[in-house]
T-cell receptor
Framework: DADVTQTPRNRITKTGKRIMLECSQT?????MYWYRQDPGLGLRLIYY???????NKGEISDGYSVSRQAQAKFSLSLESAIPNQTALYFC????????????FGPGTRLTVL | GQQLNQSPQSMFIQEGEDVSMNCTSS?????WLWYKQDPGEGPVLLIA?????ELTSNGRLTAQFGITRKDSFLNISASIPSDVGIYFCAGLLYSGGGADGLTFGKGTHLIIQP
């Protein structure tokens, strides 16, 4: 079974709709991240969380919100989706401490029409 | 924020050739990571570097953490078809209180011609 799972894997929605992307992990890591990938731009950090009560904005947080419901779950919401939010979204986890290796989920491909 | 310049953007090589790619930064990093992304998948960690000057190998892959802490390279020897994918460098500045996420390069797209 995958250590980091994301649902849905693919989603097509319309402008103005509210969308939630979910991430779950079984690695027992405290730290979780949401990234967005666009062709030719690499991965950019949207939000991150170091534990259940901790939420931090990343490089491109505008238009997004997150919720850390439990250590194992970190969800990303688009309150009112717009076409330029069409992208591949990745969740990642990290154990923390000195060895900062991040483990990625399989991604969610979101298309906003 | 920190910026990473990764080059080349893409590489078209013959099977069996060696591959070299690198990343440079305007800022110093405490950690350099190299990831590979296969189509339809999330990035998978290949090599992690934690000390300036460190040279680490993982099979046919070798990566180095530059002495200035502002650059890193990844070499792949004797490429094979399954090496195809997008390779990302990522840097992290760990400030003791926590890390605020990796800074990624834009990726090197490796294409291998049989």
């Amino acid at each position: 079974d995958a250590d980091v799972t994301q649902t849905p894997r693919n989603r097509i929605t319309k402008t103005g709709k509210r969308i939630m992307l979910e991430c779950s992990q079984t690695k027992g890591h405290d730290r979780m991240y949401w990234y967005r990938q666009d062709p030719g731009l690499g991965l950019r950090l949207i939000y991150y969380s170091f534990d259940v009560k901790d939420i931090n904005k990343g490089e491109i947080s505008d238009g997004y919100s997150v919720s850390r419901q439990a250590q194992a779950k970190f969800s990303l919401s688009l309150e009112s989706a717009i076409p330029n939010q069409t992208a591949l979204y990745f969740c990642a986890t990290e154990s923390g401490g000195f060895y900062n290796e991040q483990f990625f989920g399989p991604g969610t491909r979101l298309t906003v029409l | 924020g920190q910026q990473l310049n990764q080059s080349p953007q893409s590489m078209f090589i013959q099977e069996g050739e060696d591959v070299s790619m690198n990343c440079t930064s305007s800022s110093i990093f405490n950690t350099w990571l190299w990831y590979k992304q296969d189509p339809g998948e999330g990035p998978v960690l290949l090599i992690a570097l934690y000390k300036a000057g460190e040279l680490t190998s993982n099979g046919r892959l070798t990566a180095q953490f530059g002495i200035t802490r502002k650059d890193s390279f990844l070499n792949i020897s004797a490429s094979i078809p399954s090496d195809v994918g997008i390779y990302f460098c990522a840097g992290l500045l760990y400030s003791g209180g926590g890390a605020d996420g990796l800074t990624f390069g834009k990726g090197t797209h490796l294409i291998i011609q049989p």
